[in-house]
């Protein structure tokens, strides 16, 4: 297996503009979540899916964030409009419930300017 | 909700010592642990975990002890090499039944320096 996929691995975009993350999970596994990780807060989770259906979204930071998941392979978060603040790594990760292990993406560096 | 506290922040090492890396956790009804190690550039990956009906758990030179009534757990690489540079990422989860329960809670991190 490929392993999580995330794409793009790098994002710049100027403030106020939309920005899309794109993550493709391990087949077979029905969590998903999403990260984002800066220095100074370190790993939070934005929002974690199962069977395609969002469970807890308390970690996402306002309405600018959404996400989504259409079906078991591909999932997004989008940010409407961009900040400066929004900067950081974010990841993607997916788990099958029955072994707990959580298997990470290599992440999008998003960059807002 | 859960909180994980991880310490220390950075650690350095001479090669061929040990390592070791401390985590506690606020929520009694946690049940996993992992630990992830994160290299530059690239996204957490599991290198070892223990679950709560377990108190210690080896994986050659890596082991992590769990101690369920002080609630800490702790990491210990042993015969550090310069490839074990990273940093490491304990966490938190109860993932049983489901629910807003089934999430990893991270600590902030260690970053471990290995000298040759």
């Known amino acids: 297996d490929a392993g999580v996929i995330q794409s793009p691995r790098h994002e710049v975009t100027e403030m106020g503009q939309e920005v899309t993350l794109r993550c493709k999970p391990i087949?077979?596994?029905?969590?998903l979540f999403w990260y984002r990780q800066t220095m100074m807060r370190g790993l939070e989770l934005l929002i974690y899916f199962n069977n395609n259906v969002p469970i807890d979204d308390s970690g996402m930071p306002e309405d600018r964030f959404s996400a989504k998941m259409p079906n078991a392979s591909f999932s997004t978060l989008k940010i409407q409009p961009s900040e400066p603040r929004d900067s950081a790594v974010y990841f993607c990760a997916s788990d099958r419930r029955t072994w707990g292990e959580a298997f990470f993406g290599q992440g999008t560096r998003l960059t807002v300017v | 909700g859960e909180n994980v506290e991880q310490h220390p922040s950075t650690l350095s090492v001479q090669e061929g010592d040990s390592a070791v890396i401390k985590c506690t956790y606020s929520?009694?009804?946690?049940?996993?642990f992992p630990w992830y190690k994160q290299e530059l550039g690239k996204g957490p990956q599991l290198i070892i975990d223990?679950?709560?009906?377990?108190g210690e758990k080896k994986d050659q030179r890596i082991a992590v002890t769990l101690n369920k009534t002080a609630k800490h757990f702790s990491l210990h690489i042993t015969e550090t090499q310069p490839e074990d540079s990273a940093v490491y990422f304990c966490a938190a989860s109860n993932n049983m039944g489901g629910g807003s329960n089934y999430k990893l809670t991270f600590g902030k991190g260690t970053l471990l320096t290995v000298n040759p």
């Open positions: 223990i679950r709560s009906n377990v």
């Open positions: 929520d009694s009804a946690s049940n996993y």
């Open positions: 087949s077979g596994h029905d969590y």
